[in-house]
């Protein structure tokens, strides 16, 4: 039996983190330090890159000084897909910030792209909106002096933030990313499987600052740490990383409540493109071969929460249930932080409250934020559906899916059964069971230690369907009332 151990390491929105696992999917030990998201003024969102690579190296070295280096087998790297990162490939140094996926400052940048959300969509399987990486370089590359020098002068690099830690643990040996990564960037053809000749040209960009492209799993180079060379065998986005940690395969669904939330169904071999949802790349091993998947994003999930805090209203996470548990008369509320996600698409929505009285309490507040999330995401779910894509024994995952109410509140609306994920840290495991399948291990047993007691519908079909149309009808008040 291999009794080494396998580094996760997690580039997330709130954290970053480090996880060693074993063979047999058991967390061994962590480590993880915050990440400090900046937003200058309003719908901008951007992060230090050297603050980043920092915090993640500093908690993958400090995990590994616990475990010893001689236990380690190699390291999986996952991450932000949409978030992108600028950097000097002579130097490694960075040429500007790095830009959030939730940075939505390339709005005018996007609009100048002479090409329609109808050919962008079948090209990429996404829509051409400010959040996606290739709005976020044509602005820097306008807008930041140092970026547009380094491309002049052809030094620059430009990649997601699983790419540049890779490029920095690989000394400047590895620059690349897997299919889940380069989609995010809106340059990506998921037909073809690469960089795409058409999109590279409308937003001026050209192919030798792309990372290249590599399998999920693959040789990604290695990190010399006091003499030890440890393979890099794994690079792959967050909500992907997810799904294989919970094993959802063809005709499988699943929920990531996390920063944003993500509603993801695998559809398999097919690409079908359906007008308001998501086509992203799923993982790709070592076999032949690509699988696709159906996805629904909330822009806002976690960060309702953080920007209720905002607001003076203290909301810990932890707290969600106590405080959802008291509510008397929960408000009506639209989490519409960042403007509308799926399938919707509105990006100039904003958060709405209504139903507020001077006896409305914290708790009414935190418990209409639960409903708004969960009704939300039901508008995806069901949207699915129409087209075919039922959805049934939904996995869910991720810090928010700690909410007994919020999950209970999703069951209820969906009248579908949710199987919740034990370990929450589900990206790092799934990148972790990725690396061990590569090597040759036997996963089988992973999915065993992951499932929570199945949460069953507890509403009446028909008062469920009665809350669903006061939503809409609530939802259409506040389009009808900007």
Not at 3 to 28: H, P, T, V, Y
Not at 30 to 54: C, F, H, K, M, Y
Not at 310 to 327: E, F, M, Y
Request: hydrophobic share 40%; glycine share 8%.
């Amino acid at each position: 039996m291999n009794n080494k151990l396998i580094i996760a390491l997690d580039q997330g929105s709130s954290s970053s983190r480090a996880l060693a696992i074993n063979m047999q999917g058991e967390l061994k030990s962590r480590e993880s330090v915050p990440v400090n998201t900046l937003r200058p003024i309003a719908g901008q969102a951007e992060l230090n890159a050297e603050d980043l690579l920092s915090g993640q190296v500093g908690v993958l070295e400090k995990l590994v000084a616990q475990v010893g280096i001689d236990q380690v087998a190699c390291l999986a790297l996952s991450g932000q897909r949409s978030t992108v990162v600028f950097w000097d490939k002579i130097t490694g140094k960075p040429l500007g910030p790095v830009l959030s996926w939730q940075d939505g400052r390339a709005g005018q940048s996007i609009e100048q792209i002479d090409l329609t959300q109808e050919s962008v969509h079948q090209i990429t399987g996404l829509y051409k909106t400010p959040f996606y990486s290739a709005a976020k370089i044509k602005w820097a590359l306008d807008h930041i002096p140092a970026v547009s020098q380094a491309a002049k002068e052809n030094r620059l690099c430009i990649g997601p933030t699983v790419s540049y830690i890779i490029w920095h643990l690989t000394a400047g040996q590895v620059f690349a990313c897997d299919a889940t990564l380069a989609q995010r960037m809106l340059l990506f053809n998921i037909h073809k499987m690469n960089w795409d000749e058409q999109l590279l040209n409308a937003f001026r960009i050209q192919r030798q600052w792309l990372p290249q492209l590599k399998r999920t799993c693959d040789d990604y180079g290695a990190w010399n740490y006091q003499g030890h060379q440890i393979p890099i065998n794994v690079c792959i986005g967050d909500q992907q990383a997810a799904l294989c940690a919970l094993r959802v395969v063809s005709g499988g669904s699943c929920i990531n409540y996390g920063t944003g939330a993500f509603f993801m169904r695998n559809i398999g071999k097919k690409c079908h493109l359906l007008p308001g949802l998501l086509t992203s790349v799923a993982t790709s091993g070592s076999k032949a071969g690509y699988e696709y998947l159906l996805e629904g994003p909330l822009n806002a999930c976690a960060t309702v929460f953080t920007w209720l805090n905002s607001l003076g209203l203290s909301v810990n996470t932890t707290d969600i249930d106590d405080l959802a548990s008291k509510a008397q008369k929960p408000i009506w509320f639209l989490p519409a932080l960042g403007g509308l996600g799926a399938p919707y698409w509105d990006f100039s929505a904003s958060p709405v409250m209504s139903g507020l009285s001077a006896h409305t309490s914290k708790a009414d507040i935190v418990a209409g934020v639960v409903q708004g999330l969960t009704y939300l995401m039901a508008d995806i779910v069901f949207y699915a559906e129409r087209f075919g894509f039922k959805s049934s024994d939904i996995k869910v995952s991720g810090g928010l899916a700690n909410s007994y109410v919020l999950l209970q509140t999703q069951a209820n609306i969906l009248q579908t059964r949710l199987l919740p994920c034990a370990e929450r840290e589900s990206t790092a495991v799934g990148a972790a069971l990725l690396a061990a399948e590569y090597m040759g291990e036997n996963t089988s047993v992973w999915e065993t230690l992951h499932l929570l007691p199945v949460i069953q519908p507890n509403l009446p079909s028909d008062v469920a369907e009665k809350k669903y149309d006061e939503w809409h009808a609530f939802l259409n008040w506040c389009k009808s009332n900007r």
